[in-house]
């Protein structure tokens, strides 16, 4: 009997600490503040994967409890996504013996982008900023 409740708890604690991100992980339901691609995909060069080209880092102001988080993601979704949507998403946590990381986020999984509350059309999307020619002489 007792080791039967002694296999059990052991079982109980593997399974947390093999899925700590999956199982203390964030629900966020909030105002995209930014959304920026981590590497210009033009800046590549040579082989690259997927994970490099959709890279992001997400800011989202937390409906509940007025927090900001952030998160980087890997998501191809979040390339979608622009200042002033809402988004119900999961972000995962670092295990706390990942010292350099621990208790921050990463692979934010966007499950619903919505209008927010009180909009009735999407937000404007940014303006272009006009990009200099780094070859054209000085004026």
Known sequence: MWTIFVLTICGVITFVVVNWSWVFAKHVHGQIMDVQRVTNPTAIMGKVSDQQIHSYAILILNDED?????????D???????????????????????????????????????LCP????????????????????AR
């Open 66 to 74: 007025k927090k900001l988080y952030t998160a980087r993601s890997d």
């Open 76 to 114: 191809q979704q979040w390339q979608v996504a622009r200042r002033g949507y809402c988004v119900d998403a999961l972000l995962y946590v670092f295990p706390p013996w990942n010292l350099e990381k621990s208790g921050t986020y990463f692979g934010a999984r966007m499950n619903q982008m919505i």
């Open 118 to 137: 009180g909009q009735s059309a999407p937000p404007p999307e940014p303006e272009a900023k006009p990009t200099k020619d780094p070859l054209e002489p």
